[in-house]
């Protein structure tokens, strides 16, 4: 099992409509969640960074952690094509000695006008 | 502010050869990450650099290294290049124990 596991997709939505994106994890060590944007031949950017459970809220953006379930997601509401983009999730353990992020392998999305 | 710049933008080497990607870290960042890209793997970590030293290193052979400069920027060499290492190589940089990282906009490497 990967330690990291992402929703292949790509994954298609109209304009307006709510993204949900999801990831799970094996490794129970992991303490920094992350959501990065590429868009095409871009470097990754950072869209959102969260700390143990719980949510987190920016814009239209809502990261929400549940580490019993070691489950992750990401909310897009009112989707637009700007946000049309790889869109990948990233951990890291607390340690930091061990300073290195783990990703998944991404979910293409694409948001119809 | 300027973000992490790489160079060069794209390189087409042949199996066997050498080649070195320079990278340049937010003014300030003391971190630089080295990243590989390659299709339908997903970003695999490559090796961390801290103050100079090589902190952390993944699951890469030896003729994977690099170094970082005294001014934080960094580079990566790979040594007799195979056809698996055409990939995009991403830098990214972070201040001293933060495990935000902020990406360059990477170095398309294709052998040939």
């Known amino acids: 099992q990967k330690e990291v596991e992402q929703d292949p997709g790509p994954l298609s939505v109209p304009e307006g409509a709510i993204v949900s994106l999801n990831c799970t994890y094996s490794n129970s060590a992991f303490q920094y969640f992350m959501w990065y944007r590429q868009y095409s031949r871009k470097g990754p950017e950072l869209l959102m960074y969260t700390y143990s459970s719980g949510n987190k809220e920016d814009g239209r953006f809502t990261a929400q952690v549940d580490k019993s379930s070691k489950y992750i997601s990401l909310f897009i509401r009112d989707s637009q094509p700007s946000d049309s983009a790889t869109y990948l999730c990233a951990m890291s353990p607390l340690t930091g000695a061990n300073s290195k992020l783990t990703f998944g392998k991404g979910i293409t999305l694409s948001v119809r006008p | 502010e300027a973000g992490v710049t790489q160079s060069p933008t794209h390189l087409i080497k042949t199996r066997g050869q050498q080649v070195t990607l320079r990278c340049s870290p937010i003014s300030g960042h003391t971190s630089v990450y080295w990243y590989q890209q390659a299709l339908g793997l997903g970003l695999q970590f490559l090796l961390w650099y801290d103050e100079g030293e090589e902190r952390n290193r993944g699951n890469f052979p030896p003729r994977f290294s690099g170094r970082q400069f005294p001014n934080y920027s960094s580079e990566l060499n790979v040594n007799a290049l195979e056809l698996e290492d055409s990939a995009l190589y991403l830098c990214?940089?972070?201040?001293?124990?933060?495990?935000?990282?902020?990406f360059g906009p990477g170095t398309r490497l294709t052998v040939t």
């Open positions: 990214a940089s972070s201040l001293a124990d933060s495990y935000e990282q902020y």
